[in-house]
C-alpha cells in the first residue's frame, strides 16, 4: 500500500472550500489502496477560535480508519484582520507541521501540498525532498496574484515579489501541478518551467448537496414565506464583492418583498459589519455562521441565490465552490463575475452572468428575474444533472487518485 502526507492547513471540522475539498479527497484515497496522514492545523478557521476540545495540546492525532489518520498541529490563531495577523498565521502552520513532521518521520510516495496558504506548500516541498517523495503541489488561487489589490499590498512590493520567487521555485520542484480550473492551467503553465499540470476541479458531494423539499426544518430561524428570498452562502473574504451585493440590496429596497439572507462568517467579518454599517440597508439578514450539514437548506430556501466575484484579472481564472453548490441544490444563480465564471454560467444554463463591481446592473438582474417566473424555471431544469455529470467530487478523487499511481 502507497504511502500519502497531505499537508493542508484547513481541515473539517472547519468550512470552506480548501476544508472540504481536503476532506473529499483524502477519504477517497484512503479506501483506494492509499495509506494517509494528514497534517492540519488544529480548528481555528473561520473565526480565529479555538473549540476547548483543542486547547490543551500542541498536537492531536485522530486515527479515523486504519487507512486515515489525521494529525492536528500548532498553529497562532488570530482572526486575520490584517496583513500581519494573515503572515502569522500562515507561517505559524509552515513552521509547526515541519517540526512536527522532523520529530515524526516515516517513508511517505507522495507528499500532497495544497494552496493557499501558499506556506503550506514550503513545508510540504522540503518535506518531500527529505523523505525522498514525490511532491504534489495543488494550486486552488493562484499566489501571489490573488492578494495583490488588496489594502496592505501592491504589485510592486517586496512582499510579492518575494512571494513570486517562491511560486516560480515551487513550481519548478513539484513533480506534478494541479490546478483547479482551466484558465488557471494555462496561466501556472506560464511560469512552470515545463512541469507537467492536470487539472482537477473543484466541485460538491452531491449526497448531501442537492434540493431540499423541505427546507425550513434545518434553518434556525423562521422563513417568512411571503418573502423573495435573495441569498448568499460562504466566504467573506476578500475574493467576494460584498460591497456590490450590499449596494445592490439598498437599491432593491423599492422592492419590500425581497429579502437578502447572507449565511457565513469569518475572521475578517469586520468587513462585512461595516459595509452594512455604511449603506444601512434595511432589507439584509445576516444570520452567521452555519454547520456544513445545513447549508444546503439555507440554499434550497433561496428564491435566487448570488455569486459575486471581485473585479480583479487575478480572479478571472477562479471558479468559486459555491457556484457548483447552488446549482446542485437547483436555485436560479445571478453570478457578478468575469472569466472563468461567466463561461462556466454560459456552459450551464443555470446562471444569468452580470459584470463585476456593478450594483445597479445586479440589482436590475435581481428585480427583473424575480418577475420572471419562466426564467427562474429555466435556469433550474439542468443545473443538477450539469454538476452531476461534470463536478462531482468523488469523480474527481477517483482521477486524482489515478493520476498519484501514474506518477509513481
Not at 434545518?218 to 460584498?242: A, Q, W
Not at 475578517?268 to 445576516?286: A, G, M, V
Request: proline share 5%.
Amino acid at each position: 500500500m502507497k504511502k500519502v502526507l497531505y499537508l493542508s492547513q484547513y481541515y473539517p471540522p472547519e468550512i470552506g472550500a480548501g476544508a472540504v475539498r481536503s476532506e473529499a479527497i483524502t477519504n477517497y484515497l484512503a479506501g483506494d489502496d492509499w495509506s494517509v496522514d494528514v497534517v492540519c492545523e488544529i480548528p481555528n478557521y473561520p473565526t480565529g477560535e479555538t473549540p476547548k476540545e483543542f486547547t490543551d495540546k500542541w498536537v492531536y492525532k485522530e486515527n479515523v480508519s486504519d487507512t486515515l489518520s489525521i494529525h492536528r498541529v500548532w498553529v497562532k490563531a488570530n482572526q486575520r484582520r490584517n496583513f500581519l495577523q494573515q503572515l502569522t498565521f500562515f507561517t505559524s502552520f509552515m513552521v509547526s507541521s515541519f517540526v512536527y513532521m522532523l520529530a515524526n518521520p516515516k517513508k511517505y510516495d507522495v507528499v500532497y501540498a495544497t494552496s493557499p496558504p501558499i506556506f503550506a506548500a514550503i513545508s510540504g516541498c522540503i518535506l518531500a525532498k527529505l523523505f525522498g517523495a514525490k511532491f504534489v503541489f495543488e494550486i486552488r488561487d493562484i499566489w501571489p496574484d490573488s492578494v495583490v489589490d488588496e489594502n496592505e499590498l501592491e504589485n510592486n512590493s517586496f512582499f510579492v515579489k518575494f512571494g513570486s520567487i517562491i511560486e516560480k521555485w515551487l513550481y519548478k520542484e513539484a513533480d506534478i501541478l494541479i490546478p483547479v480550473t482551466d484558465a488557471s492551467e494555462k496561466i501556472i503553465s506560464t511560469r512552470s518551467s515545463g512541469t507537467p499540470t492536470r487539472v482537477i476541479p473543484n466541485g460538491v458531494d452531491l449526497t448531501l448537496f442537492n434540493h431540499k423539499p423541505d427546507p425550513e426544518s434545518n434553518i434556525d430561524e423562521p422563513v417568512d414565506s411571503s418573502k423573495f428570498r435573495v441569498g448568499y452562502v460562504g466566504s467573506l473574504g476578500f475574493i467576494h464583492d460584498l460591497e456590490t451585493l450590499i449596494q445592490a440590496a439598498k437599491i432593491c429596497e423599492t422592492d419590500s418583498s425581497i429579502e437578502f439572507i447572507i449565511v457565513g462568517d469569518s475572521g475578517r467579518n469586520n468587513r462585512l459589519q461595516n459595509l452594512l454599517d455604511e449603506y444601512s440597508p434595511k432589507n439584509i439578514n445576516w444570520v452567521g455562521l452555519k454547520d456544513h450539514k445545513q447549508v444546503p437548506f439555507y440554499i434550497s430556501s433561496f428564491d435566487i441565490a448570488i455569486n459575486p466575484v471581485n473585479n480583479r484579472f487575478a480572479l478571472e481564472s477562479i471558479i468559486t465552490v459555491k457556484f457548483y453548490e447552488y446549482l446542485a441544490c437547483e436555485v436560479p444563480v445571478i453570478t457578478s463575475a468575469k472569466g472563468a465564471l461567466q463561461a462556466i454560467g454560459d456552459e450551464s444554463g443555470s446562471a444569468v452572468t452580470v459584470p463585476p463591481g456593478q450594483p445597479e446592473l445586479l440589482a436590475d438582474a435581481i428585480l427583473t428575474l424575480k418577475k420572471n417566473d419562466v426564467k427562474r424555471q429555466e435556469l433550474t431544469e439542468n443545473s443538477f444533472e450539469f454538476v452531476k455529470q461534470n463536478f462531482d467530487r468523488r469523480k474527481h478523487a477517483a482521477e486524482l487518485s489515478g493520476i498519484l499511481k501514474d506518477l509513481l
